[in-house]
C-alpha cells in the first residue's frame, strides 16, 4: 500500500489570508520543487541543503516569478511522514496557491486523498493507527477537554496503555504455541498461575477502558443536556441565555416550542449540548403530542437533564420531580426555579423548605446562570482528564476492546474448565487480533484505512 509517488495539497485552509502553506511529500518532492526554486542566495540548491531549514527565494516559471516564498525541507525519515517533505509557504492569495499547485501538478505531482499525507506517516511507521487517528480529533477539538483527550491519545496514550500487557500475551501465546508443537509430550511452558494474573489484568485494563468510552465520547462531542418542564416555564428563554443568542422562539403562548432545539455551548473548557424541548402538558394537538414525546426521547438519551419550574406549586413540582426521577432513575437531574425575579422571598423560603438541591434563577434577567454553570461543571467528573487517564473516545476502538475483553474472558473461562490448550489458543489470538487492530500492528484492511483517513482534510 506504501507508494512513492509525490503528492501535493493545501495544508491551510482554502481561502484568502496572509500567507498559504503548500505541502509536498513524496521521493521526488525536494528535486521538484528545486527545478523551480531560486534563492535570494545565488545558486542555492535545496537538495544539498540540510534537513529542517528554512530559505527565502522565489517560485519561477518559464522566467516569470510566481510568488516569494518561504521553503522549508524535512528529508526522510525525519520528516511527518517519513518520506521527503518539503513546505511552501506563499501568499495567501487563491490565485498564487492555484498557480503554485498547477505548476507542480504539470510536474509530475498529483493531488493528494483525505488524510493521505497521516496514512503515509502511518505506513511508514511514524505513528501508530490510533495515533493517527487522534491527529484528526486534535484538528476538530472544540474545547479543552477534547483537545487534553486528543492529544494524549497522539502522544499514544492508548498504545502505552496495552503494549506491555499485550507484550507478556505474546511471550505467553509463544509458550502455548510451544506446548502445542510437543503436545504428544505432555507438557507445560506456559505457568498457568502467571498466565491467569496476566488474564485478569488485561480483563481489568479493558474493562477500564470500554468504561472510559461514554465519558470520552460525550466530552468530545459534547454532553448532552435536556431542558425539560412544562409549558411557558422558560425553557426557550434559558436557552437563548446559555447561548447568549436568540436561538428558540420566546413567546407567552404556551406550546411556542414544538421541536427539541439545541447548539453547544462551551462551560469551564467541556462542551456542553443543551436541547430546549416542548413542554410537558396534556394536550389534544396532534403536533404538539408529538413534539412532547420527542421531548421524552431527547431525556432519555441525555447524560443530563435540567427540570425547570416557575416554582408557584411545591405540591405540584414534587410530583413533577418524582415522576421524572421515577422516569430516568440513572439520569443526573438539577432542578431549577426560573423566574426567581418574580418570587416573594416567603415562595422562595417554602421551596427551600420543603425541597433540597435547588437551584434559582431568572434567565429572562440572567440572574443565577452563573451559579448553574458551576453546579453543571461539578457534574462533570474530570478527575481523569487531570490525572492524564487514557480516555476512549473512538468508537472503533471501542468496538475491538470489547472484542478483545470477550476473547480474553473466554481465555480466562477456558483455563478454569481446563479445556484443551489448542482451543483457548484460538482465543488467545483473537485477542491479540483486536487489540492488534487498535495500533495497526495487525494487517488492516485497506477499506477500512481508506474510512478513516478518508474523513481526515485534504493537506492533512
Known amino acids: 500500500m506504501i507508494q512513492n509517488d509525490t503528492i501535493i495539497a493545501l495544508a491551510t485552509p482554502s481561502g484568502i489570508g496572509a500567507i498559504a502553506v503548500i505541502r509536498l511529500s513524496g521521493e521526488n518532492a525536494i528535486h521538484?520543487?528545486?527545478?523551480?526554486?531560486?534563492?535570494?542566495?545565488?545558486?542555492?540548491?535545496?537538495?544539498?541543503?540540510?534537513?529542517?531549514?528554512?530559505?527565502?527565494?522565489?517560485?519561477?516559471?518559464?522566467?516569470?516569478?510566481?510568488?516569494?516564498?518561504?521553503?522549508?525541507?524535512?528529508?526522510?525519515p525525519r520528516s511527518y511522514t517519513g518520506e521527503d517533505v518539503v513546505e511552501i509557504s506563499c501568499h495567501g492569495s487563491q490565485f498564487i496557491q492555484q498557480e503554485i499547485i498547477q505548476l507542480f501538478l504539470q510536474k509530475g505531482c498529483r493531488m493528494a486523498d483525505n488524510g493521505e499525507?497521516?496514512?503515509?506517516?502511518?505506513?511508514?511507521?511514524?505513528?501508530?493507527?490510533?495515533?493517527?487517528?487522534?491527529?484528526?480529533?486534535?484538528?476538530?477539538?472544540?474545547?479543552?477537554?477534547?483537545?487534553?483527550?486528543?492529544?494524549?491519545?497522539?502522544?499514544?496514550?492508548?498504545?502505552?496503555?496495552?503494549?506491555?500487557?499485550?507484550?507478556?500475551?505474546?511471550?505467553?501465546?509463544?509458550?502455548?504455541?510451544?506446548?502445542?508443537?510437543?503436545?504428544?509430550?505432555?507438557?507445560?511452558?506456559?505457568?498457568?498461575?502467571?498466565?491467569?494474573?496476566?488474564?485478569?489484568?488485561?480483563?481489568?485494563?479493558?474493562?477500564?477502558?470500554?468504561?472510559?468510552?461514554?465519558?470520552?465520547?460525550?466530552?468530545?462531542?459534547?454532553?448532552p443536556v435536556a431542558i425539560i418542564g412544562e409549558p411557558n416555564v422558560g425553557k426557550s428563554t434559558l436557552?437563548?441565555?446559555?447561548?447568549?443568542?436568540?436561538?428558540?422562539?420566546?413567546?407567552?403562548?404556551?406550546?411556542?416550542?414544538?421541536?427539541?432545539?439545541?447548539?453547544?455551548?462551551?462551560?469551564?473548557?467541556?462542551?456542553?449540548?443543551?436541547?430546549?424541548?416542548?413542554?410537558?402538558?396534556?394536550?389534544?394537538?396532534?403536533?404538539?403530542?408529538?413534539?412532547?414525546?420527542?421531548?421524552?426521547?431527547k431525556a432519555s438519551k441525555a447524560q443530563l437533564i435540567l427540570l425547570l419550574s416557575d416554582g408557584k406549586n411545591v405540591a405540584n413540582l414534587q410530583f413533577k420531580i418524582q415522576n421524572i426521577r421515577s422516569k430516568y432513575p440513572e439520569k443526573r437531574?438539577?432542578?431549577?426555579?426560573?423566574?426567581?425575579?418574580v418570587l416573594s422571598s416567603e415562595e422562595i423560603s417554602n421551596l427551600k423548605n420543603n425541597i433540597s438541591n435547588l437551584i434559582f434563577l431568572s434567565a429572562k434577567e440572567k440572574q443565577g446562570i452563573d451559579i448553574l454553570q458551576k453546579e453543571l461543571s461539578a457534574l462533570v467528573n474530570t478527575g481523569a482528564l487531570s490525572n492524564n487517564e487514557t480516555i476512549v473516545t473512538n468508537s472503533r476502538h471501542f468496538e475491538a476492546l470489547n472484542n478483545a475483553l470477550t476473547a480474553i474472558l473466554s481465555v480466562k473461562n477456558g483455563i478454569e474448565l481446563g479445556i484443551t490448550t489448542d482451543l483457548f489458543s484460538i482465543d488467545i489470538r483473537e485477542c491479540l487480533r483486536h487489540l492488534g487492530n487498535i495500533t495497526g500492528e495487525y494487517d488492516v484492511d485497506k477499506d477500512i484505512l481508506g474510512h478513516i483517513f478518508g474523513n481526515f482534510c485534504i493537506g492533512k
Open 32 to 76: 521538484l520543487v528545486d527545478a523551480h526554486f531560486q534563492s535570494i542566495k545565488k545558486d542555492k540548491t535545496l537538495a544539498k541543503q540540510p534537513t529542517h531549514t528554512i530559505h527565502l527565494g522565489h517560485i519561477v516559471e518559464n522566467n516569470t516569478i510566481l510568488d516569494e516564498v518561504l521553503v522549508s525541507i524535512f528529508k526522510n
Open 117 to 223: 499525507f497521516t496514512m503515509r506517516a502511518f505506513l511508514n511507521g511514524k505513528m501508530d493507527l490510533s495515533q493517527a487517528e487522534a491527529v484528526a480529533d486534535v484538528i476538530a477539538s472544540n474545547s479543552a477537554a477534547s483537545h487534553q483527550m486528543a492529544i494524549q491519545q497522539m502522544r499514544g496514550g492508548i498504545t502505552n496503555e496495552l503494549k506491555e500487557l499485550r507484550i507478556q500475551l505474546l511471550d505467553f501465546a509463544a509458550l502455548i504455541e510451544l506446548e502445542l508443537d510437543f503436545s504428544g509430550e505432555d507438557v507445560e511452558f506456559a505457568d498457568r498461575t502467571k498466565f491467569k494474573e496476566l488474564v485478569a489484568q488485561i480483563s481489568i485494563v479493558l474493562k477500564r477502558l470500554i468504561d472510559s468510552f461514554a465519558f470520552g465520547n460525550a466530552m468530545k462531542n459534547g454532553i
Open 239 to 297: 436557552l437563548n441565555t446559555l447561548l447568549n443568542e436568540e436561538k428558540a422562539i420566546v413567546s407567552s403562548i404556551a406550546g411556542t416550542t414544538r421541536d427539541a432545539i439545541e447548539d453547544e455551548v462551551i462551560i469551564n473548557g467541556v462542551a456542553f449540548r443543551f436541547i430546549d424541548t416542548a413542554g410537558i402538558r396534556d394536550t389534544k394537538d396532534v403536533v404538539e403530542s408529538i413534539g412532547i414525546q420527542k421531548t421524552y426521547e
Open 333 to 341: 437531574i438539577l432542578i431549577i426555579i426560573n423566574k426567581v425575579d
